[in-house]
T-cell receptor, first 110, second 116 residues
Framework: GENVEQHPSTLSVQEGDSAVIKCTYS??????FPWYKQELGKGPQLIID?????GEKKDQRIAVTLNKTAKHFSLHITETQPEDSAVYFC?????????FGTGTRLTIIP | DSGVTQTPKHLITATGQRVTLRCSPR?????VYWYQQSLDQGLQFLIQ???????AKGNILERFSAQQFPDLHSELNLSSLELGDSALYFC???????????????FGEGSRLTVL
């Protein structure tokens, strides 16, 4: 089955700086890569996703890049704000089954 | 609000007991997924139902079982509970186009189970 590794497990950045979270996956057949944000006491919520036929996707301050050859994908958050503080999960989908990474706790320092 | 409703929000019970967690998916969503989130762990996929039928199985213990009813709500039954079963249990639903999952999962707020 698919295996997804996510780094770092914790990340602290100054407000206004950029944050980058990286994930690798094991199965080259995976074709869908979403990112979820989980705020305290809430369920995860999709913030951006990318499919294997695209190399990069951007939505305002967040962007995701995918390198199929290296089997890794990254989440980039620019101009970070306090409300970006949360746990972020990457995931990879193979045959419609999502496998999640172990999460990154992002803390934005005011 | 994702539109997915889970009850109860919190549950405290003893080892050896049995509990049932309930999930109502978003209106119109036919697929229901159950995930377990332990402390400092990611989301472990347990099981998926589509329109009442089991569609995929993950790392679900034999002590756990689930079903999806005709009204599309789902229940996750956890029996012979152990301390290690303490976790957040999430239900999610998804949009299907035909029988193809569009990808996005809508998660409920979870049921926090504490086994003492």
């Amino acid at each position: 089955g698919e295996n997804v590794e996510q780094h770092p497990s914790t990340l602290s950045v100054q407000e206004g700086d950029s944050a980058v979270i990286k994930c690798t996956y094991s199965d080259s057949a995976s074709n869908y890569f979403p990112w979820y944000k989980q705020e305290l006491g809430k369920g995860p919520q999709l913030i951006i996703d990318i499919r294997s036929n695209v190399g990069e996707k951007k939505d305002q301050r967040i962007a995701v890049t995918l390198n199929k050859t290296a089997k890794h994908f990254s989440l980039h958050i620019t101009e970070t704000q306090p409300e970006d503080s949360a746990v972020y999960f990457c995931a990879a989908s193979l045959n419609e089954k999502l496998t999640f990474g172990t999460g990154t706790r992002l803390t934005i320092i005011p | 609000d994702s539109g997915v409703t889970q009850t109860p929000k919190h549950l405290i019970t003893a080892t050896g007991q049995r509990v049932t967690l309930r999930c109502s998916p978003r209106s119109g969503d036919l697929s229901v997924y159950w995930y377990q989130q332990s402390l400092d762990q990611g989301l472990q996929f347990l099981i998926q139902y589509y329109n009442g039928e089991e569609r995929a199985k993950g790392n679900i213990l034999e002590r756990f079982s689930a079903q999806q009813f005709p009204d599309l709500h789902s229940e996750l039954n956890l029996s012979s509970l152990e301390l290690g079963d303490s976790a957040l249990y999430f239900c999610a639903s998804s949009v299907e186009v035909g029988r193809v999952n569009t990808g996005e999962l809508f998660f409920g707020e979870g049921s926090r189970l504490t086994v003492l």
